[in-house]
């Protein structure tokens, strides 16, 4: 089979598309033959050489992919081949096949494509996830997404809006946060012009935002903190503005803030299991009835994925970049 490979960390040109062994599903994995797979931060990260994969996990890049089963690996149960599906994966997916833990697959949900259900896995994980099971964002509070226009972002309103959220996002641009009012958001900050802060101070009375999903991390940590409401949960899931900042635990303390931060990657398998399980019980019933929907910006084919990193590096897209296989 063929997959990207990265022989060398660098600029998007550091991917080549490389024919390679093919995967074997071990104990409890099923073997996909990949229809799509898609592009996500973590994946320009790890080409950079700045986020390997955990011990065990494909060297290829792609959290997230699409497809049909071509075998089953001893011990699936539930499963068959033939079936279509999407993956939550540890890496695998800008490939032709993968080798996927049984716990992390799901069916293609209905009304969705098979190959637009790769736009789908990463981001509903990681909003469900952290928003949710963790921050325990409930109706009728305010809930704050950094990159509202992202891949992440634009899972992050339509979940929040389907559970009763006043949602507020920050976007680069006019039509960025148009597209993000077409899909829910209430209060749209441009933070080229607007400070967050401010205006999301204002648009609730002074109360702040109860619950914060930010990719930026350091650059944004203080801001984020004056932002929260009283008892306020903030939940990092990305690095884009650095690693190390100082945090006032006076201000900390006396909102009665949490501040948390998870990634999916290099969770055990039961952590990764449970949460797909929960994406499968709570939000594919909500993707089936036309209320959340997977966002494409475009499609390129996987074997130029030096292309469709450019696009995301330059924040050039609105939701996903798909990679397709051959």
């Not at 497809?67 to 001893?74: D, F, H």
């Not at 309103?157 to 949602?167: C, E, P, S, W």
């Not at 004056?226 to 899931?237: D, E, K, P, W, Y």
């Amino acid at each position: 089979m063929h997959a990207i490979t990265i022989p060398e960390p660098g600029g998007p040109e550091a991917l080549v598309w490389a024919e390679v062994p093919d995967p074997v599903p071990g104990e409890g994995e099923v073997l996909v033959e990949v229809t799509a797979g898609a592009v996500n931060r973590a994946d320009i990260m790890q080409r950079q050489g700045h986020y390997p994969p955990p011990p065990g996990a494909s060297s290829y890049p792609g959290l997230e992919c699409s497809g049909r089963i071509a075998a089953l690996g001893p011990g699936v149960s539930g499963w068959s081949v033939g079936d279509e599906v999407c993956a939550l994966l540890a890496g695998g997916g800008y490939a032709e096949k993968v080798a996927v833990p049984a716990g992390q697959v799901l069916p293609v949900p209905e009304g969705v494509g098979l190959k637009e259900a790769a736009a789908l896995p990463e981001v509903v994980c990681t909003v469900w996830s952290n928003v949710f099971m963790i921050a325990r964002l409930r109706a009728g509070e305010t809930f704050l997404v950094h990159g509202g226009s992202s891949g992440i972002g634009t899972m992050a309103i339509q979940l929040a809006k389907a559970a009763g959220a006043r949602v507020a996002v920050t976007a680069g641009s006019r039509e960025k946060l148009e597209r993000c009012a077409e899909l829910g958001a209430d209060i749209l900050v441009n933070y080229r012009e607007q400070d967050f802060v401010a205006e999301v101070r204002e648009a609730t009375g002074g109360a702040g935002a109860d619950v914060i999903l930010d990719n930026m991390g350091a650059k944004y940590l203080e801001r984020n903190l004056q932002a929260l409401a009283f008892n306020g949960r903030l939940a990092i899931i990305g690095m884009q503005g650095g690693r190390k900042a100082e945090l006032d635990i006076g201000a900390l303390l006396a909102k009665r803030a949490t501040v948390g931060g998870a990634g999916l990657r290099a969770r055990p398998l039961d952590e990764k299991a449970a949460v797909v399980a929960a994406v499968r019980e709570h939000v594919w019933p909500l993707v089936a009835a036309g209320r959340v929907r997977p966002i494409v910006d475009r499609e390129l084919p996987m074997s130029d994925a030096s292309a469709a990193h450019r696009v995301v590096e330059e924040s050039g897209h609105i939701g996903k970049v798909l990679l397709l296989a051959p």
